[in-house]
C-alpha cells in the first residue's frame, strides 16, 4: 500500500469510505446473486417458484461435460469460443491501435471518421446484425458484389458451419473495433506532445517514435484493450443469435449457455425452466474466462510493473 | 518510462531535418488517408444501407432488400416515431441514462482511483474483483428474486440500480488514472488538499478523456438495453425507448424500413452524446500540469 | 490485511448464502403462503368492489404478432365498454421472451391474463430423465388457474382443449387456434403454364420440378437465411413417410425406429435430394420475411412453409393466385393428406389473479362465437371452435384437410440427455449442403441415429 499523503489518523480511512458505495452495489447487485447462481448450479432448480429444489451435486456439470454426446458439442463449442477469441481479439486490437494513430494526427476529416468508426457501437448489436444480415445477401447483396469482382463466392451466413462462422467473426470485429479505437484514442492522449517533436528531431522515424515513444506510454490503455478484448469475445454470442441462429457447427460457448438455460435448442417453445443446468453451464463458462482472464491480467500486470508503472 | 532527453545542440538541424521529414512525412499521410479511406467505405456502406432501408416502403424492401430505394420516403420516420410513442419512450430512456451515468461515474471514480493510486489495502484485491466481474455467470433469477425481494419490481429506481455497476468503466478508468504523474498527488498534499476535493476538483478534471470514454460506453449500454427493460418495467408509463421498437416487430419478420426508421430516430440521442464528448475524449493533458 | 480480507470473503459468502436461502427453491413456500393470504384478502376486496363497480385493472401479457396485436386492441375496447369499472392493461414482448416474461411476472403476481402456447412436448410415459415443460412447470407451481368447468370453455372443440389446454384431468388453458406447418403454396399459373399437373405424389413432385427447372423456372423456394424454413419446410416431407409422427417419437426412444433405419434411409434421401435439387440456388441468403415476396414474383412453383405466411403472400401481392396442398413426401398418395402442425396461441389466468371475475369475463368474452370467428379471420389461425369459419383463401385452401389436421412431430419430440446436436432428425433437411456440412445422406443417418443413441444409452446409467 502506497504512501498515503492527505492526512492522517481517520483521514486514512476516507478513500475507502468513498470506495464503499461503488464496491457495495456491485456486491449486491452483481456479485452476490452471481454467488447465488454458482450455489444453484449444485441443484434442480428450475427458476419457478413452489417447485421444491433439491440438491444434486455436481450432477448438472456431469451432464453437461461428459454426458453421451451432447458433451462432445458442448467441448466443440469450447474450442470455437477459443479460436473466435484469438481471431477477434488479435485483429480488432491491431486495427484499432492502427486507426487510433491514424485518428491522432489530426489529418483532415478526422472528427468525421471518429464518429463513423464508433457508429455500430452507438447502433448496437440488434442493428448491427440487422445491417449485416442485409448487407451478407449471397445473391447479389453489396458484399456479394464487391467480393465477386475478385472472383470470390461466398454463401456467407447461411452457408457452410465455417464460413458463416468466419463472417461472424467479420462482423464482430467490425462492430467493436470502435471502442478499441476510442479507449486507445483516450491513451494516447497522455503522450505529450513534446515528446514526438523531440523524437523528430533526434531523427526517429515514424516506426521508431511509435516503438520508443508511443508504445511504452500507453501500456496501460493497451493492457485495458488486451483484457477487455479477450474477455468480451470470450463472452460475446448475441451476434451469432442475430445472424445466424442455432446453426449446427457455428455456436459458441456463451450461446451455448444461453440457449441450455432459456430452452432455445430446439424450435419448441415448450422448454424447460432449468435455473440449475443453465447456471453450471454458465458456471463452466466462467471457469474458462476466469482462467485465461485472470492470467491475462496477472501477465500484463506484470508487464506494466516492468515498465515502472 | 520515457527515456529521451533534448539537448541544445540537437535544436539547430531542425530545418534540414524537418526538409527530409517533410517528404516522409506526404508519404506515410497518404498511406494514412487511403487506410482510413478504405476503412470509411467498410463502415459507411453498411451504413447508408440501414438509411436507404429506412426510405423504402415495404414492398420495395420485399422486392429489393439490397438495392437502392426508388422514391424518398420520408413517412416511415413520421410512422415511426407516432406508432412507438417515442416521446414520451425517450424522455424516460434519458432520465434513466442520465440519472444511472452520473450516480455510475461518481462512485466510479472513487473506486478506480484508490486503486490506481493503491491507497486502499486490499486494490489489488478489489480490482481483482472486478475484473472477475466482466465474466460473472448472468444471475437472472438470484437478481430477479432480490430485486422483488427489495419491493423494487416495477420500478424506476430498481431498474436504474442495475446500472450503478459496470466493471469496463473501473478498467478503463484506472488504467487511465495510472498514468496520471505521482507527482501531481505530493504537489497537492503539499498544498494542503484533502483527499476529496484533490479528487474532485483536480483528478476529474485531469481524467476527462477517461471520464467521457467511460460515460459514452456506459450511457449507450443503458440507452439500447432491451432484456432488462422487459422483465422489470413493466408499466407502460416506464417503457425505455426500446421497448417501443417491439411494435415493428413481427412473430417471424419485422417491419424492416419503419423499424429502420426508428432506429435511426432512436440512435439520435446517444450520436449527439458522442459527438459532444468527443472533444473531451481527445483533449489531451494540459502541458504544465505537473511542472513545478 | 489478510485478517481483513478473510473477514470480507466470510461476510461475502454468508450473505450470498442468505440470498440461495432465501431466492426461489424450498423457502418459496414460505413466500408462496404470504402472498396467498394476502392475495385472499384482495380477492376479496375485489370481489366487493367488482359489486360496487370500483375500477380493476386487467393486465393482460401476450407476444407480437401484428394481426393480432390490432385485433385485440378493438377487442380491448369493446371489452371496456362492457365493464365499464375495468381498464385492460395489455403488454406485449417477442415470442421468444414470452415463456421467461411469463414466468418472472406470475412469481411477481403482475399478470392476470397470459398468452400461452399450447401445451406441447409433455413427457411421455416412454420417457425416462425428461424435464417437465415450462407450461406444466407453472402448473405445478400453482401459477395457472383452474379452468374446468367453465362455460366458455365449452365453446372448444374437444381435441383442443385435451390436446392443448389440459393437464392431468383439468383445464388450464383454452387455445385458440391451429397452424399448419407441413403444407406447400403452389404457383398454379406457373404449373398450368408448363402443363404440370398439381403433384400428389413424391414422383409426380419430383417430375414437376425437373419440367420447371428445364423451362427456365424455379421449383421451390423457402427462408434459407434464418436456417429453421428449411426443416420446417420438410415437415410435411417427415410427415408423409412418417404420418403417425407421435409414434415416430416413441419408436425413436425405445429403439424400434432408428434414423438408420432402411425405412428411415428414404427419408435422408429425400431431405438431401429436396435441399439440394428442389430448392433454388441463392436460397440461403433469402430471409423467410422475405421469401413470399420471393414467390409472388411468379416464376417459382412451390414454397413448402407453414400457413403463416398466406396473409403476407396476399400483402406481397394481391391477386396472386396461389393454392395450399400438403407437401407429397410419399410415393403414396393416401399418405399424402394429412396437414400436420401445432396449436398456437392460447389463454390462461394466473393463479394468484386479485381480479378473477374480471379476468373470466375476458376469457368468455372472448370466446363467443362471433368474437372467436372475427379473430380466427384476423388471424389465420385454424379455427378451435366447431362453429367458426375461415373467410379467407387460406380457409378454403385447408377446409378439405381439417378433419385430418394431426399434430406434427415438433411438438412431440424431446432428445434425450446427452444425445448429440444430430440426434433431432426433424431437423435433418438444414443440415445438407449448402445449408450445413453434409452430403451423404447414408452418412448423415448413421451419425443420426448414433447422436441420439449416445444420448439413450446414458439414460441407464
Known amino acids: 500500500m502506497n504512501q498515503y499523503l492527505f492526512g492522517r489518523g481517520r483521514a486514512r480511512w476516507l478513500p475507502f469510505l468513498l470506495l464503499i458505495p461503488g464496491l457495495l452495489a456491485y456486491i449486491i447487485i452483481a456479485l452476490g446473486p452471481s454467488i447465488a447462481t454458482s450455489v444453484f448450479s449444485l441443484t434442480d432448480a428450475t427458476g419457478v417458484p413452489n417447485i421444491p429444489v433439491n440438491w444434486i451435486g455436481l450432477e448438472n456439470y456431469n451432464e453437461f461435460l461428459f454426458r453421451g454426446l451432447a458433451s462432445r458439442d458442448n467441448l466443440d463449442a469450447l474450442t470455437r469460443t477459443l479460436i473466435f477469441m484469438i481471431a477477434v481479439t488479435t485483429i480488432q486490437f491491431t486495427l484499432g491501435l492502427v486507426v487510433a494513430l491514424l485518428l491522432n494526427q489530426g489529418l483532415k476529416g478526422t472528427r468525421f471518421f471518429r464518429t463513423l468508426f464508433f457508429m455500430p457501437v452507438i447502433l448496437g448489436v440488434a442493428i448491427q446484425g440487422l445491417i449485416w444480415s442485409l448487407f451478407l445477401y449471397p445473391q447479389g447483396g453489396p458484399m456479394a458484389n464487391f467480393l465477386g469482382l475478385f472472383g470470390v463466392q461466398s454463401e456467407f451466413l447461411g452457408g457452410q458451419p465455417n464460413e458463416a462462422f468466419f463472417w461472424v467473426i467479420f462482423v464482430q470485429i467490425w462492430a467493436n473495433m470502435g471502442i478499441t479505437m476510442v479507449i486507445f484514442l483516450a491513451g494516447l492522449q497522455t503522450v505529450p506532445a513534446e515528446l514526438y517533436e523531440v523524437a523528430q528531431i533526434d531523427g526517429a522515424n515514424g516506426w521508431q517514435r511509435f516503438r520508443n515513444v508511443t508504445w511504452p506510454l500507453i501500456t496501460p490503455v493497451v493492457n485495458t484493450n488486451l483484457l477487455l478484448n479477450i474477455i468480451g469475445s470470450l463472452q460475446a454470442w448475441q451476434l451469432f443469435l442475430v445472424l445466424t441462429g442455432y446453426k449446427a457447427g457455428t455456436q459458441v460457448l456463451g450461446y451455448l449457455v444461453f440457449a441450455e438455460g432459456f430452452g432455445q435448442t430446439t424450435g419448441s417453445v415448450s422448454s424447460s425452466f432449468r435455473q440449475g443446468y443453465a447456471a453450471a453451464a454458465s458456471m463452466v463458462l466462467f471457469a474458462l474466462v476466469l482462467l485465461i482472464g485472470l492470467t491475462a491480467q496477472y501477465l500484463l500486470n506484470r508487464r506494466e510493473q516492468r515498465l515502472g508503472y | ?292 | 490485511m489478510s485478517k481483513r480480507i478473510w473477514i470480507f470473503m466470510g461476510l461475502l459468502v454468508v450473505a450470498s448464502l442468505l440470498f440461495v436461502a432465501c431466492g426461489g427453491g424450498a423457502p418459496a413456500e414460505e413466500a408462496a403462503e404470504e402472498p396467498a393470504a394476502e392475495v385472499e384478502e384482495a380477492v376479496e376486496e375485489v370481489e366487493e368492489a367488482a359489486e360496487e363497480g370500483e375500477p380493476v385493472t386487467l393486465r393482460v401479457l401476450i407476444h407480437q404478432n401484428p394481426p393480432m396485436v390490432e385485433f385485440m386492441e378493438a377487442f380491448n375496447d369493446e371489452f371496456e365498454a362492457a365493464y365499464p369499472n375495468v381498464t385492460v392493461d395489455m403488454s406485449i414482448v417477442e415470442a421468444g421472451d414470452l415463456a421467461t416474461v411469463s414466468q418472472t411476472r406470475l412469481t411477481a403476481n403482475d399478470v392476470d391474463v397470459i398468452d400461452i402456447f399450447g401445451f406441447a412436448n409433455g413427457a411421455q410415459p416412454y420417457m425416462t430423465d425428461v424435464d417437465a415443460p415450462n407450461w406444466q412447470q407453472f402448473i405445478e407451481a400453482g401459477l395457472l388457474m383452474d379452468l374446468t368447468g367453465q362455460p366458455f370453455v365449452d365453446n372448444y372443440d374437444e381435441a383442443t382443449i385435451t390436446d392443448a389446454g389440459s393437464y392431468d384431468g383439468k383445464v388450464y388453458s383454452i387455445n385458440l387456434g391451429r397452424v399448419s406447418y407441413s403444407g406447400m403454396f403452389v404457383n398454379e399459373d406457373l404449373l398450368a403454364a408448363n402443363n404440370v399437373a398439381v403433384p400428389t405424389t413424391w414422383d409426380e413432385l419430383v417430375a414437376a420440378c425437373e419440367t420447371l427447372t428445364a423451362a427456365g423456372a424455379n421449383c421451390m423456394t423457402a427462408g434459407g437465411g434464418d436456417s429453421w424454413p428449411i426443416f420446417v419446410g420438410a415437415y410435411g416431407l417427415l410427415g408423409a413417410l412418417y404420418p403417425d409422427q407421435e409414434a415416430l417419437v416413441e419408436g425413436l426412444w425405445t429403439g424400434d425406429i432408428k434414423w438408420n433405419d432402411e425405412q428411415t434411409l428414404e427419408l435422408w434421401e429425400k431431405y438431401q435430394y429436396y435441399a439440394q435439387e428442389m430448392l433454388e440456388p441463392g436460397v440461403t441468403g433469402l430471409s423467410h420475411d422475405a421469401t413470399p415476396a420471393r414467390f409472388a414474383a411468379g416464376d417459382v412453383g412451390f414454397m413448402p412453409t407453414g400457413v403463416w405466411q398466406a396473409p403476407a403472400l396476399e400483402e406481397a401481392e394481391p391477386g396472386f393466385e396461389w393454392s395450399y396442398i400438403p407437401f407429397p413426401g410419399s410415393d403414396n398418395p393416401e399418405d399424402n393428406q394429412y396437414l400436420f402442425g401445432k396449436y398456437d396461441q392460447g389463454w390462461a389466468i394466473a393463479a394468484n389473479t386479485p381480479s378473477e371475475e374480471a379476468a373470466l369475463n375476458y376469457l368468455a368474452m372472448f370466446s363467443e362465437p362471433d368474437n372467436y370467428e372475427a379473430f380466427a379471420n384476423a388471424v389465420g389461425f385454424i379455427p378451435t371452435q366447431p362453429t367458426a369459419t375461415l373467410a379467407t383463401q387460406l380457409g378454403e385452401e385447408v377446409a378439405p384437410y381439417l378433419e385430418s389436421f394431426r399434430v406434427g412431430y415438433e411438438q412431440f419430440w424431446i432428445a434425450p440427455k446427452g444425445a448429440g446436436q444430430w440426434a433431432n432428425g426433424g431437423e435433418g433437411a438444414s443440415w445438407f449442403q449448402p445449408f450445413n456440412e453434409w452430403d451423404d445422406a447414408a452418412a448423415l443417418a448413421e451419425q443420426a441415429q448414433a447422436d441420439l443413441q449416445a444420448g439413450l444409452d446414458s439414460l441407464s446409467e
Open chain 2, 1 to 292: 518510462m520515457n527515456t529521451l532527453t533534448t539537448s541544445k545542440d540537437q535544436i539547430t538541424p531542425v530545418q534540414s531535418a524537418n526538409k527530409r521529414d517533410t517528404r516522409k512525412i506526404n508519404w506515410w499521410r497518404i498511406v494514412g488517408y487511403v487506410t482510413l479511406l478504405i476503412f470509411g467505405i467498410l463502415y459507411l456502406g453498411p451504413l447508408l444501407m440501414l438509411v436507404s432501408t429506412s426510405l423504402k416502403t415495404l414492398p420495395e424492401f420485399f422486392k429489393s432488400a439490397t438495392g437502392l430505394p426508388t422514391s424518398l420516403n420520408l413517412n416511415n420516420f413520421v410512422d415511426a416515431w407516432e406508432q412507438a410513442n417515442f416521446a414520451r419512450l425517450l424522455i424516460n430512456s434519458v432520465i434513466y441514462t442520465a440519472v444511472s451515468t452520473t450516480l455510475y461515474i461518481i462512485t466510479a471514480i472513487f473506486v478506480a482511483f484508490p486503486i490506481a493510486r493503491g491507497l486502499v489495502r486490499g486494490h489489488k484485491l478489489i480490482f481483482t474483483l472486478f475484473v472477475i466481474a466482466l465474466f460473472l455467470p448472468p444471475a437472472l433469477i438470484p437478481q430477479f428474486q432480490l430485486i422483488l425481494r427489495l419491493g423494487l419490481y416495477n420500478n424506476p429506481v430498481g431498474y436504474i440500480l442495475f446500472f450503478l455497476i459496470n466493471p469496463i468503466g473501473i478498467i478503463i478508468l484506472v488504467g487511465y488514472l495510472r498514468t496520471l504523474p505521482k507527482e501531481l498527488d505530493e504537489s497537492a498534499a503539499m498544498d494542503g488538499c484533502s483527499y476529496f476535493r484533490f479528487v474532485w476538483q483536480i483528478v476529474i478534471p485531469l481524467a476527462r478523456p477517461a471520464i467521457a470514454t467511460v460515460v459514452v460506453l456506459h450511457a449507450i449500454g443503458i440507452w439500447n438495453e432491451l432484456i432488462l427493460p422487459t422483465i422489470y418495467l413493466t408499466s407502460k408509463e416506464y417503457y425505455p425507448v426500446t421497448r417501443g421498437l417491439i411494435v415493428f416487430q413481427g412473430v417471424y419478420g419485422s417491419n424492416w424500413p419503419t423499424l429502420a426508421a426508428a432506429v435511426l430516430i432512436l440512435t439520435l440521442p446517444m450520436l449527439i452524446l458522442f459527438l459532444f464528448l468527443q472533444r473531451y475524449i481527445i483533449s489531451g493533458l494540459t502541458a504544465g500540469a505537473v511542472k513545478g
